[in-house]
Each structure stands twice: as C-alpha cells, then as structure tokens.
C-alpha cells in the first residue's frame, strides 16, 4: 500500500543543535513532496515544496529517490522552530496525504 | 483578509445527534477539503471537492456526508455522531493547475469535536 511514514513522534533537541526530521514514502513513481508545520495556537501552513528546491527559515528537504525519502533539516535549531511537522506527498487526484507528523521541541 | 473560515470551533454532541461544520473560502479556490487530526494519527482525509459540483471520498469517509455548495463553501455533516468522530476537523483549500498545480493547501482554524 502506498503510505507515508514519519518514524518519530516526537523530536527533543537543545538550540543550536542540528536537526533532521524523517519522511519515507512507499509511493510509485516521483511523487511530488511538501513539508508543512503547525506552530502553536497557528494555522497549518506549507513550508517547503520539494520542487522549489527552496530554504524556507534555514530549514531544506532533499528527496532521496534512492532511499525513498525527504527528510527535513535545519542545522541551528532555534526555540522558534518547535511545532508539528508533517512531509505530505502529492500522488494525484488533487488532494494531499499528510504523515502521522513529528513535533520538535527546541529545548533553550 | 479572512482566508479559510471554518465553524463552529468548539461543539459538544451527544452518540447519534447530528451536526454540519460549515466551511468557507474567500480565495476564488477550486478544491477544498475536510481532514480530521488525531494523536498519533496525524491528519486524515475524509472528503474532498476537486472542483464545484464534485466531491470524492478521501481515506476515512465512513460516517460524514459533505455538500459542496457553492465554489466558496463546503459543508461535512455527521448524520449520527460516535465517539469516533471525536477529533479536531480542519477544512482547507487549495487551487491546482493541470496535474501538480502549487501544492499549496490553505487551511482554517479547525473545529474540536467532542462526542459523548
């Protein structure tokens, strides 16, 4: 079955550590993947898009097509990253599957 | 600049009422969609509008009915609530092009569910 895996439920770091966030997918094909976070008391917003190739807060995603996975990294983690973060793969039909989510405390 | 607008927040129902989360978007998207989240679960589709004028089962539908009304609003009903149900319900929105489109889901606030 075609799914979305985030190993992690829960991610403790102390600021300025690195971090890594996990995503593996078991979908055919490319599908196109997506990272979007959930801060406190705020609305759930995109944060990257893989096809954008982009670093949005210092935070960027590689798809490893080998591995199957598109695992989010930051490497100083600030207080202000801790949320809940979800990778969310598009395979067609105009809607998005989103993972079980990881939330990253950033301890001071 | 309102964005997605979902109500109600908050509601309490007991096994077996009924109830519809209204939601509404002002961005002249095409699709829209209703999630719910659970621990552990993270979000879950259960219906979703590609367009006005369909709507099309997501993972878990069983138990919701949704009506797109209009290209701005789109409804989940719960005809005969269980504890099950009991979840936070997120409504997004989302304006695709040809297969990919951006990607972008814009979403509500979400409304809390309890169901006795």
């Known amino acids: 079955a075609q799914r979305v895996t985030q190993p992690e439920k829960l991610l403790s770091v102390f600021k300025g550590a690195p971090v890594e966030l996990k995503c593996n997918y078991s979908?055919?094909?490319?599908?196109?993947l997506f990272w979007y976070v959930q801060y406190s008391r705020q609305r759930l917003q995109l944060l990257l898009r893989h096809i954008s190739r982009e670093s949005i807060k210092g935070f960027t995603a590689d798809l490893n097509k080998g591995e199957t996975s598109f695992h989010l990294k930051k490497p100083f983690a600030q207080e202000e990253d801790s949320a809940m973060y979800y990778c969310a793969p598009y395979t067609g039909r105009r809607a998005l599957t989103f993972g079980s989510g990881t939330r990253l405390q950033v301890q001071p | 600049n309102a964005g997605v607008t979902q109500t109600p927040k908050f509601q309490v129902l007991k096994t077996g009422q009924s109830m519809t989360l209204q939601c509404a978007q002002d961005m002249n998207h095409n699709s829209m969609y209703w999630y719910r989240q659970d621990p552990g679960m993270g979000l879950r589709l259960i219906y979703y509008s590609a367009s006005e004028g369909t709507t099309d089962k997501g993972e878990v539908p069983n138990g919701y009915n949704v009506s797109r009304l209009n290209k701005r609003e789109f409804s989940l009903r719960l005809e005969s609530a269980a504890p099950s149900q009991t979840s936070v319900y997120f409504c997004?929105?989302?304006?695709?092009?040809?297969?990919?489109?951006?990607?972008?889901?814009?979403f509500g606030e979400g409304s809390r569910l309890t169901v006795l």
């Open positions: 997004a929105s989302s304006d695709w092009e040809g297969n990919l489109g951006t990607g972008e889901l814009f």
């Open positions: 979908y055919s094909g490319s599908p196109e």
